[in-house]
């Protein structure tokens, strides 16, 4: 998550550099260029966490419905639901992707325009839901946090007086 929140300081960094006060590119086709680079490093940097994005979320949730009510953020509910939901679209637009790079001509290989040019239309497309697990994935380390040092409903409560004690002191 931390590859993706650099990836997009340095794209706002290009993005403040490369614009007008309103935001138009000076040069569309190396900004449209530096944009496509953006979303294939930001794609890269979630592959190693696509397989298990599934099971942080469902331990996240599991997490969040044991602690206690004074310990929980109120916007974990929230990001969690962003999370699963771009998890879902990212997944959809993969079996997309597999599906067009499939239909592709055998002679369209990595380095190719056909095959660079579908990828990257992939990549556009994937991108702001990647960018939902870098503004929010962190809400999955948070909750961890908040687990690992809330007190274990197995831990014994402190114990009372014994009541023979109580009594005697009357």
């Given at each position: 998550m931390s590859d993706s929140q650099k990836i997009l300081d340095?794209?706002?960094a290009y993005s403040d550099e490369h614009t007008d006060l309103d935001g138009w590119p000076y040069d569309d086709h190396a900004y449209g260029r530096r944009a496509?680079?953006?979303?294939?490093?930001?794609?890269?940097?979630?592959?190693?966490?696509?397989?298990?994005?599934?099971?942080?979320?469902?331990?996240?949730?599991?997490?969040?419905?044991?602690?206690?009510?004074?310990?929980?953020?109120?916007?974990?509910?929230?990001?969690?639901g962003v999370l699963r939901t771009a998890l879902d679209r990212l997944d959809e637009l993969h079996e997309q992707w597999l599906l067009a790079r499939d239909a592709l001509p055998s002679t369209a290989t990595p380095g190719t325009p056909d095959f660079d040019d579908a990828l990257a239309e992939h990549h556009a497309e994937s991108w702001s839901y990647l960018d939902d697990w870098a503004t929010h994935g962190k809400a999955l380390r948070e909750i961890n946090t908040a687990a690992r040092k809330a007190p274990s409903p197995l831990a014994p409560a402190p114990a009372l007086a014994p009541a023979r004690r109580i009594a005697a002191r009357k």
């Open positions: 340095a794209w706002d496509s680079q953006r979303d294939a490093d930001t794609a890269a940097a979630f592959e190693p966490l696509r397989y298990g994005a599934r099971h942080l979320l469902a331990t996240a949730e599991t997490q969040l419905t044991r602690l206690p009510e004074n310990t929980v953020q109120s916007r974990w509910v929230y990001q969690l």
